[in-house]
């Protein structure tokens, strides 16, 4: 099993920059396919981008594209998603995800989700 646990969160204007944490909890970690999602009041969760485990494949939302980075630590059994140039839309509550598929865009290919952690981001 996989337990992950979000971080750095918070309020931030249009043009700024978050770096989320995802702590993982198991020996397994490295072997899984870490992503983030994000979920909007009154929207689906929806894909924000994934890495495979070992860091050899990636995949974003093109709404993010250039703006946000995925990346991985197996050593520290870390994932970070580093958002930048954030705008009002990408204001949502940020999930990390473990699946032992490749990277996926579908909720459902994902085992372990953490509690989310909020962006906010003002115009």
């Known amino acids: 099993q996989v337990q992950l646990v979000e971080s750095g969160g918070g309020l931030v204007q249009a043009g700024g920059s978050l770096r989320l944490s995802c702590a993982a909890s198991g020996r397994t970690f490295r072997s899984y396919t870490m992503g983030w999602f994000r979920q909007a009041p009154g929207k689906e969760r929806e894909f924000v981008a994934a890495?495979?485990?070992?860091?050899?494949?990636?995949d974003y939302a093109d709404s993010v594209k250039g703006r946000f980075t995925i990346s991985r630590d197996n050593a520290k059994n870390t994932a970070v998603l580093q958002m930048n140039s954030l705008k009002p839309e990408d204001t949502a509550v940020y999930y990390c995800?473990?699946?032992?598929?490749?990277?996926?865009?579908?909720?459902?290919?994902?085992?372990?989700w953490g509690q989310g952690t909020q962006v906010t981001v003002s115009s």
């Open positions: 890495l495979s485990w070992n860091g050899g494949r990636t």
């Open positions: 995800a473990a699946s032992a598929y490749g990277p996926d865009t579908r909720v459902e290919k994902y085992d372990y």
